[in-house]
């Protein structure tokens, strides 16, 4: 997986309800582990901004509730930083629903802004945004 270019603080645990901003089906998800991630024994792991994370869905059509599905993380409350000195921390903790291990997202429309690490690390989830901040 590429690196992104912002020194990304993990503002999601594990267990945190966050809605789902594509038109996949699914309302609230719960984020249930941190694809790829390493943590010192006895840590538990966080997310951050465009990580690949494993969620439940929680609230959203009955046919995909209790599943669980892939995502990746395209808008987070917490501030992080970039490197040019700015800090961006958006209104709510949003992610994209992912179809196959590719990144090819499983909506096809995502409401709101996404971050400009989502588009360096997943171009396919960026294409299908309106916002990039």
Do not use: C, H
Request: aromatic content about 6%; overall charge positive.
């Amino acid at each position: 997986m590429k690196a992104i270019t912002a020194r990304a603080t993990e503002g999601l645990n594990l267990g945190a309800w966050v809605t789902a901003a594509d038109n996949s089906g699914a309302k609230i998800v719960k984020l249930v582990s941190v694809k790829r991630s390493k943590a010192k024994k006895g840590k538990q792991v966080a997310a951050k901004i465009s990580d690949w994370v494993k969620v439940s869905v929680k609230k959203g059509i009955p046919d995909m509730k209790g599943k669980v599905f892939d995502a990746v993380i395209i808008r987070i409350k917490k501030p992080y930083r970039r490197l040019n000195g700015e800090r961006i921390g958006f209104e709510d903790n949003a992610v994209a629903i992912l179809k196959d291990e590719k990144g090819n997202p499983k909506g096809t429309q995502i409401k709101g802004p996404i971050a400009r690490e989502v588009l360096e690390r997943w171009p396919q989830v960026a294409k299908i945004a309106s916002i990039v901040y």
